[in-house]
């Protein structure tokens, strides 16, 4: 007799999802998202490997009311084998956020968790067997990023990237099977193509410029946008002074670039509380009340509404939370803002304080 599948969940209305299922549904998602930065292999690789420990007889029981289980440390193991670290530790801490590395010699018989001694665990065959996973699937060969070899930091920073991405397919996976309505679309924000239209919308009123300040606005402006086609993706400043238009000028180069470079966000970075408030009114009115969020200490929304938010086309955000993302992203709570505002190709503004030199505009290349 055929023993029934394993399953991965188990719906309020007696729906049941196979582990299988789960496996393949996170992998497209998470290799979809980690494309974004030529990472698809990577991601494929960890969705199919997070949750093959729930193929052990103990998770099974656990769905019936059985004894918690450790089951994200499997999938870490079957990655670390493989020569994938990068893997291994953001399937390590998909449920309980990333691990500390640890040192070689930790032993989870000493009361640590690390990620070394979660491994060291599991190469004593102290894990519940799951070698069902075995007759299920395989796992696929994921080549590394040639930028994770470039530093420590750069290892570093792709581990937390490819962490957010699998944090947030499981969840949306998840989320799409327990409610049983599909998945919804990633992006529901405007496309740079529509925005661009309606900053011209916006400007057109602007032409031909009377007076000489508005004259100097204008040739600015036009700079902007010019350069923001043709320059080839980088760092630039822009300086211009005060009251020449620096708002309206810096958001047509961002959408210019974004434009010409395939881009599908901006985000625009600003010290302030009160400047973001400004700032975000200003391209609520160019873009649209629903292509623009603001983000920063002095703005709630609630679960729902912020995962609609992460499709906005452009972000308005205080310096603070743009700092912090790289450093919460060990956290589960915090993982999926990561990759849903840095994986979908974005542009990045980060003004600094208003400049009060006279000289014309100029984007320089830093």
Not at 163 to 168: A, E, G, M, N, Y
Not at 322 to 345: D, H, N, T, W, Y
């Amino acid at each position: 007799m055929e023993s029934p599948p394993c399953l991965a969940h188990i719906a309020d209305d007696g729906r049941q999802q196979t582990v299988l299922a789960h496996l393949e549904g996170t992998a497209a998602r998470c290799a979809a998202f980690a494309g974004a930065f030529d990472a698809e292999a990577q991601g494929r690789l960890a969705g199919l490997a997070h949750d093959v420990g729930k193929y052990a007889d103990a998770f099974q029981k656990r769905l019936h009311g059985g004894p918690k289980v450790d089951h994200s440390t499997a999938g870490a193991w079957e990655c670390f084998q493989r020569g994938q670290p990068f893997a291994a530790f953001a399937v390590a801490g998909h449920h309980a956020g990333l691990p500390d590395g640890g040192a070689r010699t930790d032993s989870a018989e000493h009361g640590k968790s690390t990620f070394w001694s979660r491994m060291n665990k599991a190469a004593k065959g102290a894990l519940p067997s799951y070698t069902a996973w075995q007759q299920a699937l395989s796992l696929p060969a994921a080549s590394f990023p040639a930028y994770t070899q470039d530093s420590q930091s750069a290892g570093m920073f792709f581990t937390r990237m490819l962490f957010s991405c699998l944090v947030d397919a499981d969840y949306r996976d998840t989320e799409a099977f327990m409610t049983g309505n599909p998945d919804p679309p990633a992006e529901t924000g405007q496309t740079v193509s529509a925005l661009w239209e309606r900053l011209q919308t916006f400007v057109k009123g602007w032409f031909p410029p009377k007076g000489d300040l508005n004259a100097c606005r204008c040739a600015i402006l036009n700079h902007c946008m010019e350069e923001g086609s043709h320059c080839a993706p980088g760092l630039f400043t822009l300086t211009v002074p005060t009251g020449g238009g620096k708002t309206v000028s810096s958001l047509a180069f961002a959408l210019a670039h974004a434009k010409a470079h395939g881009y599908r966000r901006v985000i625009y970075v600003i010290p302030y509380t009160s400047i973001i408030e400004q700032t975000a009114q200003t391209f609520r009115e160019i873009l649209g009340e629903e292509a623009v969020l603001e983000h920063h200490s002095g703005v709630f929304y609630d679960i729902d509404e912020a995962d609609q938010l992460l499709g906005c086309s452009h972000q308005c955000l205080s310096s603070v939370r743009f700092r912090k993302v790289p450093f919460i992203m060990g956290k589960r709570s915090g993982a999926r803002r990561l990759s849903s505002r840095m994986s979908c190709g974005s542009w990045c503004i980060k003004p600094q304080r208003k400049c009060t030199r006279l000289p014309a505009a100029a984007i320089r290349r830093r």
